[in-house]
């Protein structure tokens, strides 16, 4: 089954601090995509990477930054030098390949991430 | 580009009372979805619409009807609404299709669901 765990409930940093959000997943499936959205207080969804399981390499995008491991089966995300505007919940999500399409994805429980100044 | 919209943004309703929750989006789509969201437990999915004509069953379905009125429209019904149904509720499209799972969504405002 698939399933995809966010341990940290909430993370509390100081701004300029990097910060870490956890996301490990489970699933049967070879073929499989892995997404993250933010949510920020005013409550819409954003989306910010999706990532397919053939490709490891870690991805950089401004103060982003992605780090995608089989091995381990996590796909975790780094904000370096955390900022104010970056206070939000974080969700990462799993779609499998071949669950008869239609982006079934699975989410995680979130992580709330607050950035005091 | 007003990508998906959702009506309305907040509702209380009364145990039993009916409501239908409206959902469109403008960027040609054919899969859209319906989500609740409950504190710490993320997203979960209610119903889901492939392409115009079809709907199917989510994660968390009972208690709700959906109806994909055209490509651009999902609705999605609460008959006899319960406590256990407040909620905060998204609407969300992609351009999956049936060989396509790797499309992101794209997610309307939401509607805070109260139900007393």
């Known amino acids: 089954a698939q399933k995809v765990t966010q341990a940290q409930t909430e993370i509390s940093v100081v701004e300029k601090e990097d910060v870490t959000l956890d996301c490990v997943y489970e699933?049967?499936?070879?073929?499989?995509?892995l997404f993250w959205y933010k949510q920020p207080p005013s409550g819409e969804l954003v989306f910010l990477i999706r990532?397919?399981?053939?490709?490891?390499q870690n991805e950089i995008s401004g103060r982003y930054s992605w780090n995608f491991q089989k091995s381990t089966s996590s796909f975790n995300f780094t904000i370096t030098a955390s900022q104010v505007v970056d206070s939000a919940v974080y969700f990462c999500?799993?779609?499998?390949?071949?669950?008869?399409?239609?982006?079934?994805?699975?989410f995680g429980a979130g992580t709330r991430l607050a950035v005091h100044p | 580009n007003a990508g998906v919209t959702q009506t309305p943004k907040f509702q209380v309703l009364k145990t039993g009372q009916s409501m239908t929750l409206q959902c469109a989006q403008d960027?040609?789509?054919?899969?859209m979805y319906w989500y609740r969201q409950d504190p710490g437990m993320g997203l979960r999915l209610i119903y889901y619409?492939?392409?115009?004509?079809?709907?199917d069953k989510g994660e968390v379905p009972n208690g709700y009807n959906v109806s994909r009125l055209n490509k651009r429209e999902f609705s999605l019904r609460l008959e006899s609404a319960a406590p256990s149904q407040t909620s905060v509720y998204f609407c969300?499209?992609?351009?999956?299709?049936?060989?396509?799972?790797?499309?992101?969504?794209?997610f309307g405002n939401g509607t805070r669901l109260t139900v007393t």
């Open positions: 699933t049967r499936d070879t073929t499989y995509y």
């Open positions: 619409s492939a392409s115009e004509g079809t709907t």
């Open positions: 960027m040609n789509h054919n899969s």
């Open positions: 999500a799993l779609s499998e390949a071949f669950s008869g399409g239609y982006n079934k994805l699975i």
């Open positions: 969300a499209s992609s351009e999956a299709g049936r060989r396509q799972t790797n499309s992101p969504l794209h």
């Open positions: 990532r397919n399981s053939f490709d490891e």
